[in-house]
C-alpha cells in the first residue's frame, strides 16, 4: 500500500483568530484550511509531498497551469485573511513538515510577526506600474550630404540619437512617479519592470514598485497618479493589494 | 481573481511575502523560485503565440 505522504502548507500569519470569510474560501487542490499556532496564527492546509515534495516542485513550478492553479488559490487564501486585519503574507511554497514544526517556527518568529502585523496596521499596499509609448521613429528627411550611404547612417544615427534621448526622458518621469509616490508612503519597493511578453502591452515596462501607504493617504495617491496620468503618462495603478511586498522580518 | 493580473501576483508571492524556512524548500534558492516559474509563464506565452500565429496563418 502506498501512503501519500502529506505536508502543512502556510499561506499567510495573522494577530487574530476571528476570520469570517475563511470558510467560504479553500485551500490549494481545494483543501479545507485551518489555523495553527496562538498569537500569531498562520492559515495552513494540507498538501500532498507527490505535490510540494522537493523534486516535484521543481518540476510543477515549470508547470504554467499549476503555477496558475498554486499562486491563486494562495492569493485568495491571503485576501480572505488579511480582509480581516493585518496579515503578513508568507512566499508561495513554504511547507512543513506538520502542523507541530509550524506552529514550532511561529513561536520562534513571535516577537518578529508581531512587529512586523503591528507595523501593518491600517495601511495597504499599491502597485504602480509606468509604460513608455513605443512611437515608431518617424523617418527623417534625407541629409543635405551628397552620399547616400553617409546619408542613411546619419539618417540611423539621428534615429538612435533619438530613442536614446526619448528613453533617457521617459526613465526620468517614472523616477519621477517614484519618487513622489515614495514620499506619500511609509515604505516602497521596486520590483523588475515585466516582461512585454507576460503584460500583454506592446509598450515597455520602465516602472514596476510597490507602496505601503496609510489608508488615510490614499486621497493623496489618487491625485498624485491623475496628475501623472492627465500630464500624459500611462501609469497604472493596481491594488490595494494585501501588503506581499512589505513584510520582511527582522531577523532575530 | 478575475480582476488581477496572474503576472502581478506572481511578482507579489514569489519576490515578496514572509521568507521563513520551510522544511522542504530549503534546497530551491528564492532566484530559483523566481527564475524556474518565469521561464514557464514566458515558455507558455511564447507556445500560446506561436499556436495564433499558426492559426492566422492556416
Redo the contacts between chains.
Keep these: 500500500m502506498v501512503v501519500t505522504e502529506q505536508a502543512t502548507y502556510l499561506y499567510a500569519v495573522t494577530g487574530t483568530q476571528e476570520i469570517p470569510g475563511l470558510p467560504d474560501v479553500r485551500g490549494i487542490s481545494a483543501a479545507p484550511l485551518r489555523m495553527v499556532g496562538a498569537d500569531p496564527y498562520a492559515v495552513v492546509s494540507t498538501v500532498s509531498l507527490n505535490e510540494f515534495g522537493e523534486d516535484a516542485l521543481r518540476q510543477n513550478l515549470e508547470n504554467r497551469q499549476w503555477l496558475e492553479e498554486t499562486a491563486t488559490a494562495h492569493h485568495e487564501v491571503v485576501e480572505a485573511v488579511n480582509a480581516a486585519g493585518p496579515t503578513a503574507p508568507v512566499r508561495l511554497c513554504t511547507v512543513y513538515r506538520d502542523d507541530e514544526r509550524g506552529e514550532e517556527m511561529l513561536r520562534e518568529q513571535k516577537s518578529s510577526f508581531q512587529a512586523t502585523l503591528a507595523r501593518l496596521a491600517g495601511r495597504r499596499e499599491w502597485g504602480v506600474q509606468v509604460f513608455s509609448p513605443a512611437r515608431p521613429t518617424e523617418n527623417q528627411p534625407a541629409s543635405a550630404s551628397d552620399s547616400p550611404g553617409r546619408a542613411y547612417l546619419e539618417q540611423l544615427r539621428s534615429q538612435r540619437d533619438e530613442r536614446a534621448s526619448r528613453d533617457h526622458a521617459m526613465a526620468a518621469r517614472a523616477e519621477d512617479v517614484h519618487n513622489s509616490m515614495a514620499e506619500i508612503a511609509t515604505a516602497a519597493r521596486r520590483y523588475p519592470p515585466q516582461d512585454r511578453r507576460l503584460t500583454g502591452i506592446p509598450d515597455p515596462m520602465i516602472l514596476n514598485a510597490a507602496y505601503l501607504v496609510d489608508i488615510s493617504a490614499e486621497p493623496v495617491l489618487s491625485q498624485n497618479i491623475a496628475h501623472f496620468q492627465r500630464a500624459g503618462l500611462d501609469v497604472r495603478l493596481t491594488g490595494p493589494w494585501a501588503p506581499y511586498s512589505f513584510v520582511e522580518l527582522e531577523t532575530s | 481573481?478575475s480582476e488581477?493580473?496572474?503576472?502581478?501576483?506572481?511578482?507579489?508571492?514569489?519576490?515578496?511575502?514572509?521568507?521563513?524556512s520551510?522544511?522542504?524548500?530549503i534546497?530551491?534558492a528564492?532566484v530559483d523560485?523566481v527564475r524556474?516559474?518565469?521561464?514557464?509563464?514566458?515558455?507558455?506565452?511564447?507556445t500560446c503565440?506561436q499556436q495564433q500565429n499558426e492559426l492566422a496563418d492556416a
Design positions: 481573481m488581477v493580473a496572474l503576472v502581478d501576483v506572481l511578482d507579489r508571492l514569489l519576490a515578496g511575502g514572509v521568507v521563513i520551510g522544511d522542504i524548500v534546497a530551491i528564492d523560485l524556474i516559474s518565469l521561464r514557464a509563464l514566458i515558455a507558455s506565452v511564447d503565440l
